[in-house]
């Protein structure tokens, strides 16, 4: 995004200042627009949505799992006194192969999910390095105070008043200031404070939709984290399933040279 220097606002203003903050209130106005908070919006719901639909998805690949291993745990004996285990853990391994396909899926949906979320988070920090020079150029309190002086002079030159400090002399008397350039000059001070209040608000704006997605992060993280639970599981009950083909293995040769 396009980005302006901060004008410098000298004592004799001119109308180039004025276009220039114009340029700046522009820029502001398209660093989040009406759509951009609508499409913000519409994303936030989208992963939020998507993560209570991942604790769903979990819940029933935890169940899937558990009624796996249960099988595995309380019929792998019968199976073995039946002769029929190797039968048994073939179609064992099928269902593990189509629980693991289910889990790697949703590991990766988890991934892209969390990507989508830094992503979001970029965006957000690209519009607010854009706004906080904006915001911080100057303070809203020197500016006042800039003004202020300003008016002060003004006052005591367009009334005549002589009771004034040295700096309105210096100032309206002896450099023959006119109106018009003070006024000139008070209206691109009070434009300038303005688009430093409102980059100020709209970066505070920002900080704390980027807060609700850092929330969102940890979420991700504890369902990341239940699908490793569930593949070590079963990737443990897939290690015992080989223990057991190469115990076959061992009795089978066994029995062939008795």
């Not at 690949?61 to 199976?79: K, M, Y």
């Not at 285990?85 to 693991?100: I, N, S, V």
Request: charged fraction near 30%; charge should be negative; glycine fraction near 4%.
């Amino acid at each position: 995004m396009e980005t302006y220097d901060s004008p410098r606002i000298e004592d004799d203003a001119t109308p180039a200042n004025v276009s220039y903050v114009f340029k700046e209130e522009e820029q502001i106005a398209q660093i989040w627009s009406a759509q951009d908070r609508v499409e913000h919006q519409r994303s936030v719901r989208e992963i939020t949505d998507r993560i209570t639909g991942l604790h769903q998805d979990i819940e029933r690949l935890r169940a899937q799992t558990d009624a796996i291993w249960e099988r595995f745990i309380t019929l792998t004996l019968e199976r073995i006194l039946s002769e029929r285990l190797r039968e048994f853990l073939d179609g064992m391994e099928a269902e593990l192969q189509e629980l693991d396909q289910r889990l790697v899926g949703t590991d990766c949906e988890i991934d892209r999910l969390r990507g989508r979320v830094q992503e979001r988070r970029r965006g957000l920090e690209e519009k607010i390095a854009v706004l906080e020079p904006l915001a911080h150029r100057t303070s809203a309190q020197n500016h006042i105070g800039m003004m202020l002086s300003r008016v002060e002079g003004l006052e005591a030159y367009l009334l005549g008043k002589k009771d004034v400090t040295p700096e309105a002399y210096e100032m309206h008397y002896k450099r023959h200031t006119t109106a018009p350039g003070d006024l000139l000059y008070l209206r691109v001070r009070l434009l300038t404070t303005r688009i430093a209040i409102i980059a100020s608000n709209r970066s505070r704006y920002l900080h704390e939709l980027d807060a609700v997605l850092v929330a969102l992060l940890p979420e991700v993280e504890r369902v990341k984290l239940d699908v490793a639970t569930l593949l070590t599981r079963a990737d443990c009950i897939r290690d015992l399933s080989r223990y057991w083909l190469a115990y076959l293995d061992i009795a089978q040769t066994t029995h062939s040279e008795a």
